[in-house]
């Protein structure tokens, strides 16, 4: 007989650890661009139905199959589908999918505890200078970096579920709330910083596109830690006692309030730093928002509040954007984790163990590929273009495999587990859920417009990355 499994201590924890998941580089740098380049306030509104509308009832269903099942991604599908073999395949794309997007999202995490580390040793002028980041990740100090970052999601994994993940949750996630929310007040009383208030919050339909509108839901699937496995085996940890709409609910609001939040913390501090910016000068992607722009605008602020003023806003933003990043790779390789430890019957130390030596392999290589090693470098090539290992992770698996998972996940629990089922195990816990309108949506959505919205996302996303040829915008 294995051990009992673990579980969340507390509702409280889980939706800790759940947000901390959902909270990441996504909410932090993602979203403000996403929305100052689409439309502001349009954007926003588009993003807020998405979530309630689609994301909700898909993070339902992942955290239905986890509770129910008690199992991994791979177990879960085996175990509620019969063992049949499609849908085993499905349990594997659930474990794949975040083992290789905690590959990229390490070297991320890697390079903002880099910037951290140099904005609180009082490198600030260096960061902000333009060379500086093509010159930093192909630096030697990387791969200190990488080894501190692996060490301390080890860590905090080793601890396991109640001890280590949702301990680092309530640890981390309230500390970042306040930093969050003291950058923001900050930010508002510099100079010209209601312009960007302005901008980020006014609505401009006409930039709303097809293109506009498949990216918010891409990147609310995203941000919502949705397609990767981690909800099912997060709703494993929980205990059938505690309801999983009303935790859900919790954990789409945190996130997506985070988001808000921090697009008031960036977009007016780049306004109040050119107040006549124009969003083609926003950088195109969040990478180089953090590391190259950002860094420009924390110096400038040495005008005003000094030097060691200017680093503590940069020190202070670095270490927000680090935690939110961290409690979202613990939650990512949880997930491969589980499924060593369900499916192998390993301890979590050796299943940590195997894990840690195939992440680091492979964080090694992406970290090598950005010129360091040029096989990695210039590793494929598709649609007119060379593409790098780095770059083919994030193509593939953060870029057009989660709407599929979703798609399936869909499927999945209408169809082969059954409504029947899956509306029992969302009652369970939460008996008001039962008969209401909400459930009537999830259920009908579920089996009907959601799944085909995300496979018509998927197949365009295919199209476009791999063929050079999108189907909408
Ligand atoms: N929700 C995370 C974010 O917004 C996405 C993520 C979660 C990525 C877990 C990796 C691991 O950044």
Redesign the pocket.
């Known amino acids: 007989m294995s051990a009992p499994r673990e579980q969340f201590g507390s509702k409280l924890g889980f939706i800790l650890a759940a947000a901390g998941?959902?909270?990441?580089?996504?909410?932090?740098v993602?979203?403000p661009v996403a929305a100052t380049k689409n439309g502001g306030g349009a954007f926003l509104l588009i993003y807020a139905i998405f979530v309630l509308v689609i994301c909700l009832p898909v993070m339902l269903a992942e955290m239905a199959v986890g509770r129910h099942s008690q199992k991994d991604p791979l177990g879960a599908y085996n175990k509620l589908s019969g063992g049949a073999a499609g849908w085993r395949l499905a349990g594997w794309l659930s474990i794949i999918t975040?083992f290789m997007?905690?590959v990229f999202?390490m070297v991320i995490t890697v390079w903002i505890f880099g910037y951290l580390f140099h904005s609180v040793t009082g490198d600030l002028n260096m960061l902000a200078d333009p060379s500086t980041f093509g010159s930093f990740i192909n630096s030697p100090s990387v791969f200190i970096f990488l080894g501190i970052v692996t060490a301390l999601v080890y860590l905090i994994l080793l601890g396991g579920v109640q001890e280590g993940i949702e301990k680092a949750a309530k640890l981390l996630m309230p500390t970042l709330f306040f930093m969050l929310i003291g950058m923001v007040i900050f930010v508002l009383t510099l100079d010209n910083a209601f312009a960007g208030v302005e901008y980020y919050l006014i609505p401009d339909f006409s930039k709303i596109t097809a293109s506009t509108v498949s990216s918010a839901l891409s990147q609310a699937f995203?941000?919502?830690?949705l397609g990767?496995g981690?909800m099912i085996t997060y709703g494993s940890y929980l205990n059938r006692s505690n309801g999983v709409p009303g935790a859900a609910k919790m954990v789409a609001l945190t996130?997506t309030a985070v988001?808000f939040i921090a697009g008031l913390m960036i977009i007016p501090a780049v306004f109040s730093f050119n107040p006549d910016t124009n969003t083609s000068e926003l950088s195109d992607s969040s990478v180089s928002l953090i590391f190259s722009f950002l860094p420009k605008i924390f110096l400038a602020l040495q005008a005003t509040i000094g030097y060691l003023g200017a680093s503590i806003v940069a020190s202070v933003f670095f270490l927000l954007v680090f935690f939110?990043?961290i409690t979202?790779?613990v939650?990512?390789l949880e997930v491969p984790n589980a499924a060593l430890m369900d499916e192998r019957d390993m301890t979590r130390k050796s299943s940590l163990m195997v894990l840690g030596v195939a992440m680091l392999v492979l964080a090694l290589v992406s970290i090598t590929s950005f010129g360091m090693v040029d096989f990695f470098t210039q590793f494929v090539g598709y649609a007119g273009q060379s593409k790098s290992f780095f770059d083919v992770l994030v193509d593939v698996f953060y870029d057009t495999i989660l709407p599929f998972n979703g798609f399936l996940i869909c499927i999945f629990v209408i169809y082969r587990w059954k409504k029947a089922n899956f509306n029992a195990e969302l009652d369970h816990g939460e008996p008001s859920y039962e008969g209401s309108f909400f459930e009537k949506y999830v259920d009908f959505s579920v089996g009907t417009f959601i799944p085909v919205i995300l496979l018509l996302i998927f197949i365009n996303t295919v199209a476009l990355k791999f063929f050079g040829q999108g189907l909408i915008g």
């Open positions: 998941s959902a909270v990441g580089i996504g909410n932090m993602g979203f975040p997007i905690a999202y995203f941000s919502l830690s990767m981690i996130d988001a939110a990043a979202s790779l939650s990512i």
